[in-house]
């Protein structure tokens, strides 16, 4: 495990999760990102890797295992407590998961839910200038302030996922989860995804972990690659030490 | 001619309908039985209604023309029964919304909300809305305050029920990353569900609106304001010419409500 990052953003221990009768999809995680890194978790179809990375904010609740996350262990926190930690990690969905129905400006500034004002950072209409300067400037660096005002349903696939990570940055996060953030985009959408989201990650020295199908992917944008097999890591090791043969190999 | 035993393995074809039990024959017997007792207890009967041609012709008769002796006082009847259903309608709607919410399995608070909100929502919906006018008749007195909370009750009945669902139904995956950045429960209820229920939400709403249009017709028969008891007035001093004018008067308004909510549904969805 590389340790010239430090502290360390997310350590997951002993981490287990089955649904309801089911074989475990996950039987005993350890792992943990330093600040800064960028990792990516490989693994086939039903390997847990979403599961897990939603287990490392509660999303889903673990059966058992500690979760440590920004320095924070998640277990037994109230709910209030349990937002404030979330705030810190972006969450970046293979389906953006933005609202329907309201603008792509107005998705972006949700961002700014946790750390503003009760029912300031709703809609675009009722926020601050402050906060809708703010709100274009990450449109801006996505490249997208000409469909600010346009639905968030009317945009094509890979303007709506640059449009989540816009929110995600609105976010100020500490850390960004991604899961299969290109999947449903065709190559050269995911491309483009991954590497300004890449660049964006890298400009704001965010800690990165996002799940890939796409091993160039993993291999291009992340410092480390952690695979799950069976619900157990079976390679958690620098990208530099690894090549595509090697993890192909994974999937055998 | 093709035989059953054309198809290699097969020596007999499926049948046609599935043999049913004695316990669902008797059931259909029972059902049946009953229907036909219906028939007979409901004094249904081909002769009567043929019987009763000339008479209806003589009413229609009566009818034409329509008197214009009344126009005024009905205009302002009518107008009246509208008001109601508007008021009734728009103070149903905002109350339905939050009840809506807490009978929503993944919205509501707590377990405890969610059945009260479930069983006030269908205790209303149960309840005709013509009883609730009578209650409301006896409490707060004859005229359209009485009939304006009828339709209040009937829409929290009828668009709780309505609404909880269009929520129930919506996309779970925005609501997620609201959850994710560590937003409350209240904002993204107000930012991810509503936005994405409120299709739904205006069309249940104007459908009451045209529902509680042609209810608080009926509503005036039992006092509870609007044009219905001028209706019954007119019928009851066999007025037939004046009941005539009233008749087309509702069914003029009742079309233009309809008209103008497709109209508002087209535009706004």
């Keep these: 495990m590389s340790n010239q990052f430090s502290p360390a953003d997310l350590i997951v221990r002993g981490l287990t999760k089955s649904y309801n009768g089911h074989p475990a999809v996950l039987r005993g995680i350890d792992f943990a990102v330093s600040a800064g890194e960028r990792v990516a978790l490989i693994g086939a179809n039903g390997a847990g890797k979403s599961t897990l990375l939603r287990c490392c904010m509660h999303l889903i609740q673990p059966d058992s295992g500690d979760v440590d996350l920004c320095g924070t262990r998640l277990e037994g926190l109230s709910a209030r407590k349990l937002r404030a930690v979330r ?16 603008s792509a400006l107005t998705n972006v500034l949700q961002g700014a839910i946790p750390r503003t004002r009760f029912g300031s950072a709703w809609f675009q209409g009722l926020a601050s200038e402050a906060l809708r300067m703010e709100a274009m400037l990450c449109l801006e660096r996505v490249g997208l302030t000409h469909v600010a005002l346009q639905r968030a349903d009317k945009l094509s696939g890979g303007q709506s996922q640059r449009i989540a990570i816009a929110r995600a940055l609105m976010q100020r996060p500490r850390l960004i989860f991604a899961d299969e953030p290109a999947a449903s985009l065709d190559p050269v959408a995911g491309d483009e995804v991954m590497s300004l989201f890449s660049e964006l990650v890298r400009a704001e020295g965010l800690t ?5 199908h796409d091993l160039t992917h993993a291999l291009n944008y992340a410092d480390r690659i952690v695979a799950l097999r069976g619900g157990v890591v079976v390679l958690d ?16 | 001619m093709s035989n059953a035993s054309d198809v290699p393995g097969l020596s007999k074809l499926p049948d046609r309908f599935e043999r049913i039990g004695v316990g669902a024959f008797i059931a259909y017997v029972v059902v049946l039985t009953f229907f036909i007792w219906s028939v007979n207890k409901t004094g249904v009967s081909l002769k009567d209604l043929v019987g009763g041609f000339p008479q209806m012709g003589r009413l229609i008769g009566e009818m034409l023309p ?118 409350g429960r209240f904002s993204l209820i107000m930012c991810s569900v509503f936005p994405a229920a409120m299709p739904s939400f205006i069309n249940t709403s104007l459908f009451s609106l045209e529902k509680a249009t042609r209810s608080s017709v009926i509503l005036g028969l039992v006092g509870a304001g609007g044009i219905g008891i001028e209706l019954k007035v007119a019928m009851d001093l066999f007025n037939y010419d004046e009941a005539a004018t009233i008749i087309l008067a509702i069914f003029a308004l009742v079309v233009l409500v309809e008209r103008v909510s497709s109209l508002l549904r087209k535009k706004m969805l």
């Design chain 2, 66 to 183: 329509p008197s214009t002796a009344r126009l005024e006082p009905v205009g302002w009847a009518l107008l009246e029964t509208f008001q109601m259903a508007l008021v009734g309608t728009v103070v149903g709607v905002l109350l339905s919304v939050p009840i809506a919410v807490l009978a929503t399995p993944h919205l509501s608070p707590h377990p405890v909300l969610y059945h009260m909100a479930r069983n006030l929502i269908a205790f209303f919906r149960t309840v005709p809305d013509l009883v609730w006018a009578l209650i409301f008749v006896v409490s707060v007195g004859l005229g359209p305050f009485a009939g304006t909370l009828a339709i209040v009750i009937d829409k929290i009945g009828f668009c709780g029920r309505f609404f909880a669902e269009a929520m129930e139904e919506t996309d779970r995956g925005p609501q997620e990353a609201l959850t994710a950045m560590g937003a």
């Design chain 1, 237 to 252: 090791a620098k990208c530099s030490e690894l090549d595509l043969k090697t993890l192909r190999a994974l999937y055998e």
């Design chain 1, 208 to 212: 990165m972990i996002f799940t890939s």
């Design chain 1, 87 to 102: 705030s810190q990690v972006s969450f970046v969905f293979q389906k953006h998961n933005l609202v329907p129905r309201l």
